[in-house]
C-alpha cells in the first residue's frame, strides 16, 4: 500500500517534497529509486511548540552505505532490540491511513506528545509513501537505551555523519545529539 507523502514527512520550512539525498545529493524524486525520510524533532514544552532540530532525505544507496560503516556488533544489537521490541502486533490492528502510526513509539509505545524529542520515519518512492512497518516513531527513551548498547565506535560514526551532513542553523547543531541519529 501506498500514500502521497504527506506534511509530516515534507520539508518543514517549504512545505514541499524533499528532492536531494542528503549525501549523494541524487534527485530522489526523479529518479524512482527508494529512499527514506527522517526527521529529529524537539518539544518545548513551555512554548507548546516543536522544532525540527535536523530533517533530511537519504537515498538507499547512501543508507546501507551508513549501515555498513557500524559495527558488526552494534548491527546486531540494533536488530536484536528491533526484534523484541518493535510493537508490529498493535499496529496491525490500527489504521494504516491514518496518522496514527506515529502517535506512539514503535518500540517503547510510548505517547510521542509526552517525548522530549522524537524521531519520524518513512520509506519513500517518488511523491508516495510505502506503508509497511513504516512510517513509524521513535521516542527519546528507546534512542537512549539503543545508544547504550551500541559500540563507543559506532557513536562516533554517528557523530562523523552529523559533522559532515548537518545542515541547519548551528544553534541547533549543539541540540542535535548523535544518538538521534541511529539508523532504524
Ligand atoms: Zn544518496
Redesign the pocket.
Known amino acids: 500500500m501506498k500514500m502521497e507523502i504527506d506534511k509530516r514527512f515534507r520539508n518543514s520550512e517549504t512545505g514541499g517534497y524533499f528532492e536531494h539525498?542528503l549525501?549523494?545529493?541524487?534527485n530522489v524524486l526523479e529518479n524512482e529509486k527508494d529512499y527514506f525520510i527522517e526527521k529529529i524533532i524537539r518539544r518545548i514544552k513551555s512554548l507548546n511548540l516543536t522544532e525540527v532540530l535536523f530533517e533530511y532525505a537519504?537515498?538507499m544507496?547512501?543508507a546501507q552505505d551508513m549501515r555498513k560503516k557500524i559495527s558488526q556488533h552494534s548491527m546486531i544489537q540494533m536488530e536484536t532490540y528491533f526484534n523484541q521490541n518493535a510493537r508490529l502486533n498493535e499496529r496491525n490492528s490500527i489504521d494504516l491511513k491514518t496518522h496514527q502510526t506515529t502517535e506512539n513509539c514503535l518500540f517503547t509505545g510510548k505517547p510521542i506528545p509526552n517525548c522530549d524529542e522524537f524521531s519520524l520515519h518513512a520509506h519513500c518512492e517518488g511523491k508516495q509513501m510505502i506503508v509497511s512497518i513504516f512510517p513509524y516513531a521513535v521516542s527519546d527513551d528507546a534512542m537512549d537505551a539503543m545508544s547504550e548498547i551500541l559500540s563507543a565506535e559506532t557513536m562516533d560514526e554517528l557523530d562523523r555523519f552529523k559533522k559532515t551532513h548537518f545542515n541547519g542553523p548551528p544553534e541547533l547543531f549543539e541540540l542535535l545529539s548523535p544518538k538521534r541519529l541511529l539508523p532504524f
Open positions: 539525498c549525501v549523494c545529493h541524487e537519504i537515498c544507496d547512501c
